[in-house]
Nanobody
């Protein structure tokens, strides 16, 4: 069983930065496809960044050029560096993992079996 714990959310002003972390346990992330999603009130869960092991990460159109996904296998942790934050980036951010993900399903929430509890990001002045 895989457990995921996100951290690093908070309140930040527009234009600011945050770095989210997702610590995994129960399995090494080098064997897992890992991604970040977010969900704002009243909206569907949105793919942000991530993908299959040993491939370059994919990014959602709304965050390309501002967010960076990374893995640290030694720490069994994935990260999401968020720069140039906008109020529209406010949401609960979730880490997700899958051991069976196929390329065409990277952006599909139902393709991921494991989820963290989420961390709130609020961008406001």
């Amino acid at each position: 069983q895989v457990q995921l714990v996100e951290s690093g959310g908070g309140l930040v002003e527009p234009g600011g930065s945050l770095k989210l972390s997702c610590a995994a346990s129960g399995r090494t992330i080098s064997t897992l496809s890992m991604s970040w999603f977010r969900q704002a009130p009243g909206k569907d869960r949105e793919f942000i960044a991530g993908g299959k092991v040993r491939t370059n990460p994919l990014y959602g159109n709304s965050v390309k050029g501002r967010f960076t996904f990374s893995r640290d296998n030694a720490q069994n942790t994935v990260y999401l560096q968020m720069n140039s934050l906008k109020p529209d980036d406010s949401a609960v951010y979730y880490c997700a993992a899958s051991s069976t993900l196929i390329q065409s399903s990277i952006g599909t929430p139902s393709a991921y079996a494991y989820w963290g509890q989420g961390t709130q990001v609020t961008v406001s002045s």
